[in-house]
């Protein structure tokens, strides 16, 4: 089965701070993304990556940067947390490919105070 | 306006209901999925679709391509059916699956 972990289920911040928030795939999927989950408005993609090292930007991308050193980890880093990211975050991973199914991880709940 | 739109976006239903969930899209797709979240966040997928229809067990996923339309349907609902199913679309550029999502339908099937 393929599995995808996230490092926290929940997680309480304070304004300012560095987050960090890990994801790691075992089924040496080629593409990573992460997702914030927000009420009434869906999931919204934040960054995607297709291989190591690379990145793209998705559609709200202000305020997060990403890294990808090793195929199976995909970092999310909110460089100075703010209250507006409160949120639910999700990764996923995929095959390469525009129509492959895409297997997610079981979300972390991030407050910030 | 969204381009994945769902209804309804919530629904209650008794057990042993016929349910349906709908999805329309504005954009051209290479294919559609229906996805399932449960209280607690994990989100599973049900169905990847780019014609026709599929069917699981008591699930049944179908697509129009030249309407831009997708119903997902359930038999004989059963209160662990209760569940956020959610629509997202893979765009036809790009190499990455990039999905656009709809806001989801809250479904609650009581006893």
């Known amino acids: 089965d393929v599995k995808v972990t996230q490092s926290s289920r929940y997680l309480v911040k304070r304004t300012g701070e560095k987050v960090f928030l890990e994801c790691v795939q075992d089924?040496?999927?080629?593409?990573m993304f992460w997702y914030r989950q927000d009420p009434g408005l869906g999931l919204r993609l934040i960054y995607f990556?297709?291989?190591?090292?690379?990145?793209e930007k998705g559609d709200i991308p202000e305020g997060y940067s990403v890294s990808r050193e090793k195929k199976e980890r995909f970092s999310l880093i909110l460089e100075s947390a703010s209250t507006n990211q409160t949120s639910m975050y999700l990764c996923?991973?995929?095959?390469?490919?525009?129509?492959?199914?895409?297997?997610f991880g079981p979300g972390t709940r991030l407050t910030v105070l | 306006k969204n381009e994945v739109e769902q209804s309804p976006q919530n629904l209650t239903a008794q057990e042993g209901e016929f349910i349906t969930i709908n999805c329309s899209y504005s954009?051209?797709?290479?294919?559609l999925h229906w996805l399932q979240q449960h209280p607690g966040g994990g989100i599973v997928s049900l169905f990847m679709?780019?014609?026709g229809k599929k069917k699981h067990g008591r699930l049944i996923a179908t697509i129009n391509i030249q309407e831009k339309h997708s119903s997902l349907h359930i038999t004989a609902s059963h209160p662990r059916d209760s569940a956020v199913y959610i629509c997202?679309?893979?765009?036809?550029?790009?190499?990455?699956?990039?999905?656009?999502f709809g806001t989801g339908t809250r479904l609650q099937v009581t006893l």
């Open positions: 990556s297709y291989d190591v090292k690379m990145k």
């Open positions: 997202a679309v893979a765009g036809v550029v790009g190499t990455a699956s990039k999905l656009t």
């Open positions: 679709l780019s014609s």
């Open positions: 996923a991973s995929t095959w390469r490919g525009r129509a492959n199914e895409q297997f």
């Open positions: 089924m040496d999927h080629e593409n």
């Open positions: 954009v051209g797709i290479s294919a």
